[in-house]
């Protein structure tokens, strides 16, 4: 089906409704999450939390001090390319990092989100996470989206950035199961399709969270 759903949706009475998105790597998160911008929503995403946070001097000066100047780019900013090379597939060397950034972006997380929800402006609130399980802000959000799409699919667009089926497996191996993702959605939405066919989900979606 375009979009599932395993409880109706309705407006939140205390907030506007909080929309965690879930899915694997390169499965259109990020395109959901700017297609409900584009419907109203206000989007906290992780990774320009985490842009900010590398580009922090105190967390540059940490991660330099741990992995050496070879992670630095030529403008003195991090290149996570550089970074990633060093700590995926590694658990030792990724518990490191995360143990740097890691709380600074859930910190900011929750702090946008917050802000977010304090604004009258503010209809809905999407979080754009990839590690939303894993910072446990699951418990923020009125309601799970899986945006669902087949490894082959993931593994296109993913080559699309460079990264090989081995580069995609070690990256995923670092988050939780599809399965459990699926398990633990509210609605799934289709991302292995047209924008035109993915965009009518997401306004199906928009309207089943509104409750319009």
């Known amino acids: ?26 499965a259109g998160k990020t395109t959901v999450a700017e297609m409900l911008a584009e419907l109203g929503a ?13 580009d ?48 600074a972006i859930v910190a900011a997380l929750r702090r946008q989100i917050d802000q977010a929800l304090r604004c009258e402006d503010t209809v809905a609130v999407v979080v754009d996470a990839p590690l939303l399980l894993e910072a446990d802000l699951d418990g923020l959000c009125d309601v799970l989206v899986l945006v669902d799409c087949p490894r082959e699919g993931r593994l296109a667009r993913a080559e699309a950035r460079g990264w090989d089926a081995a580069e995609l497996d070690r990256r995923e191996g670092h988050q939780r199961p599809i399965e459990l993702k699926r398990e633990r959605a509210d ?3 289709d991302g292995n399709t047209s924008l035109e066919t993915t965009f009518r989900q997401v306004q199906q979606l928009w309207r089943r969270t509104l409750g319009l």
Request: hydrophobic share 45%.
């Open 1 to 26: 089906p375009a979009v599932s759903t395993c409880v109706p949706m309705s407006p939140n009475g205390g907030h506007p409704p909080v929309i965690g998105l879930l899915g694997g790597i390169a």
């Open 42 to 54: 206000t989007v906290v995403s992780a990774d320009a939390i985490a842009h900010a946070v590398l």
């Open 56 to 103: 922090c001097p105190e967390t540059r000066d940490r991660i330099v001090a741990r992995w050496g100047d070879g992670v630095l780019a030529t403008h003195g900013r991090i290149d996570r390319e550089r970074l990633a090379a060093c700590v995926f597939g590694e658990p030792q060397e990724l518990a490191a990092l995360e143990a740097i950034t890691h709380p």
């Open 187 to 189: 609605i799934i939405i």
